[in-house]
Structure formats: C-alpha cells, structure tokens
T-cell receptor, first 114, second 112 residues
Framework: AQSVAQPEDQVNVAEGNPLTVKCTYSVSGNPYLFWYVQYPNRGLQFLLKYITGDNLVKGSYGFEAEFNKSQTSFHLKKPSALVSDSALYFC????????????FGPGTRLSVLP | DGGITQSPKYLFRKEGQNVTLSCEQNLNHDAMYWYRQDPGQGLRLIYYSQIVNDFQKGDIAEGYSVSREKKESFPLTVTSAQKNPTAFYLCASDRGLGSEAFFGQGTRLTVV
C-alpha cells in the first residue's frame, strides 16, 4: 500500500528566509513523487515531480525538491520565501506499478510572514 | 486554452436531493478522477476512470455515482445516500502513469 506523510500541519517562515516543507512516503516499488500548491477555494497547481534521474528536481516559482531514497523523503525547498508563497502544499506519490493511483498527503499550510 | 472545467463553482443541495457536478477536459487525457477535500484531511479519491465507458470506485465511493460516456466528460452525482456531502470537490485528469495530474478549480457543495 502507498502512503504519504507530511509531518507538519503548519510551517511559518519569515519573508526572505529559506523554507522547507517535509514529505515522507511509503510505496512497495519505485515511486513517482509530486508537489502541488493550493490557494484558497482553488484547485491544485502542479509544482514539480520526480520520475527518475537527478535527485534534485527544480520546478515552478523557484521551488525545488530533493529525492532521498534511503530516507524515503521528498522535501520541498525554496531559497528565499515570498509572502505570496503562503498556501497549502500537498505531496503526492504514485507507485510505478501499473494502475496505481495518486495518494496525497494531508497537506502543510505554509505562512510566510512579512 | 487547454484545461479542466468544473461547474458550478458553488452548489447548494437540499436534504434528500441528488445533484450533479460537471467536469469537462480538453486535454485529450484518458484518465479522470474525482476527489473530495475536507479541512485537515487532504484529498480522498471518490471514483476514477482510466478509459471511456469504464470507471472504478475509489476509497469513499458510497453515496456517489459517475459516468464516462465521453472522453472529455466525467460528471459526478452526489446522491441522497451521501449523508455528509458538504465538501470541496475536485476533478482531475492525467495523460499516463508518469505524468502529473491536472486539476479543475473545484466545486464547493453545501447542504442547506
């Protein structure tokens, strides 16, 4: 069975500081990993994904994430946070086995303080 | 522009009433999904469809029904059997196993 954990319900960071939103996962095989962002009353927007290859993945709006197979983690990072980054962030996993659906974490609310 | 369109954005349902949420995509994606989002619970899968005229139950299908008569359309009906339907409903699609999901803007359903 697949599962995703986001251990922090809320992350607060000052504008201009680096931010990290944590994600760990469990799959039976090799994972596809994704990060999404959600603004209030809107759908989810795709930020980045890990499929294979380089463990450091760069995505939209200056975000990046590092795949760590030994720690089964896929933490989202940004070197310098903006107030406009304040939103709800979801990590998702998909097992490469055929027919596996997305499994989403519970979400982490990021607040960037001016 | 390509994308997924959900309608309506807001929907109010009376007790004992069935309502249908629309989801249309022009991305030519085979797979489509319906999720329910409640505060603090993330996204839960209601139904999904990998191909036209075929769909499968997700984790919380009770009280819901779907159809997939066209590749572009995947409507969700919330029946009177769903006892707690107030939630934010999200439709999504994807183009294959390694691709990301594309989401609509959501429908907020409220029971009055």
């Amino acid at each position: 069975a697949q599962s995703v954990a986001q251990p922090e319900d809320q992350v607060n960071v000052a504008e201009g500081n680096p931010l990290t939103v944590k994600c760990t996962y469990s799959v039976s095989g090799n994972p596809y990993l994704f990060w999404y962002v959600q603004y209030p009353n809107r759908g989810l927007q795709f930020l980045l994904k890990y499929i294979t290859g380089d463990n450091l993945v760069k995505g939209s709006y200056g975000f990046e994430a590092e795949f760590n197979k030994s720690q089964t983690s896929f933490h989202l990072k940004k070197p310098s946070a903006l107030v406009s980054d304040s939103a709800l962030y979801f990590c998702a996993v998909r097992d490469k086995g055929y027919g596996q659906n997305f499994v989403f974490g519970p979400g982490t609310r990021l607040s960037v303080l001016p | 522009d390509g994308g997924i369109t959900q309608s309506p954005k807001y929907l109010f349902r009376k007790e004992g009433q069935n309502v249908t949420l629309s989801c249309e995509q022009n991305l030519n994606h085979d797979a489509m999904y319906w999720y329910r989002q409640d505060p603090g619970q993330g996204l839960r899968l209601i139904y999904y469809s990998q191909i036209v005229n075929d769909f499968q139950k997700g984790d919380i299908a009770e009280g819901y029904s779907v159809s997939r008569e066209k590749k572009e359309s995947f409507p969700l009906t919330v029946t009177s059997a769903q006892k707690n339907p107030t939630a934010f409903y999200l439709c999504a699609s994807d183009r294959g196993l390694g691709s990301e999901a594309f989401f609509g803007q959501g429908t907020r359903l409220t029971v009055v």
